[in-house]
């Protein structure tokens, strides 16, 4: 079974780019979640779908940062504009009921100039 | 809403030595608890789960858990550790209800030769 899939691995741009994430979550699976990590703040929950409604964005830090589910096998995490502040490891992650356990992916590793 | 607290931010232990990572969780309701692992550069692995039956749990890589319901605890264990344990180590708490997954804020467990 393929994981959850996340694309690009790694992602240097200049601030004030767009920068997409994406990710496509296990087959068959109902919830999925964006996080972001990094050393000051840890891990931190952004927003979550269930069956590609969001439920929970309370997470998302402003409004530069946008999520969109259009189906249930493809999800995109958006900034517009980025700043040096965004640079962080993003990690989606997806399970079969918000209370299950969660798969995560490799994560992309976005570093903002 | 429920919360998770693991009491320490590093342990350092020797190679061959026995390891217990605290986990403590708060919830007036049932819960589901989890135990997952990140190694350097890597998402995050589901170590071991507690849903329901047998308050020990065994998981991944010889580490077992104890769901401890009057203390509100969920403390992994291991009783012996080797070198390629060294990960970050964090527990997650859900409602049985339904609802997302809270992390705490993890450990990093570091085995010293």
């Known amino acids: 079974d393929a994981g959850v899939i996340q694309s690009p691995r790694h992602e240097v741009t200049e601030m004030g780019q767009e920068v997409t994430l994406r990710c496509k979550p296990i087959s068959g699976h109902n919830s999925l979640f964006w996080y972001r990590q990094t050393m000051m703040r840890g891990l931190e929950l952004l927003i979550y779908f269930n069956n590609n409604v969001p439920i929970d964005d309370s997470g998302m830090p402003e409004d530069r940062f946008s999520a969109k589910m259009p189906n249930a096998s493809f999800s995109t995490l958006k900034i517009q504009p980025s700043e040096p502040r965004d640079s962080a490891v993003y990690f989606c992650?997806?399970?079969?009921?918000?209370?299950?356990?969660?798969?995560f992916g490799d994560g992309t590793r976005l570093s903002i100039l | 809403a429920q919360s998770v607290t693991q009491l320490d931010s590093q342990v350092p232990v020797f190679e061959e030595a026995p390891v217990e990572l605290r986990c403590n969780y708060s919830s007036s309701v049932s819960v589901y608890l989890f135990w997952y692992v990140q190694y350097p550069n890597q998402g995050l692995q589901l170590l071991l789960k507690y849903l329901s039956g047998s308050t020990l749990v065994k998981g991944i890589n010889g580490f077992e858990a104890e769901f401890n319901k009057s203390q509100t605890s969920f403390h992994l264990r291991k009783p012996s550790v080797h070198i390629s344990d060294t990960a970050e180590y964090f527990c997650a708490v859900t409602l049985t209800s339904g609802s997302r997954l809270t992390f705490g804020e993890g450990t990093q467990l570091t085995v010293n030769p």
């Open positions: 992650a997806s399970s079969s009921m918000s209370n299950q356990p969660q798969h």
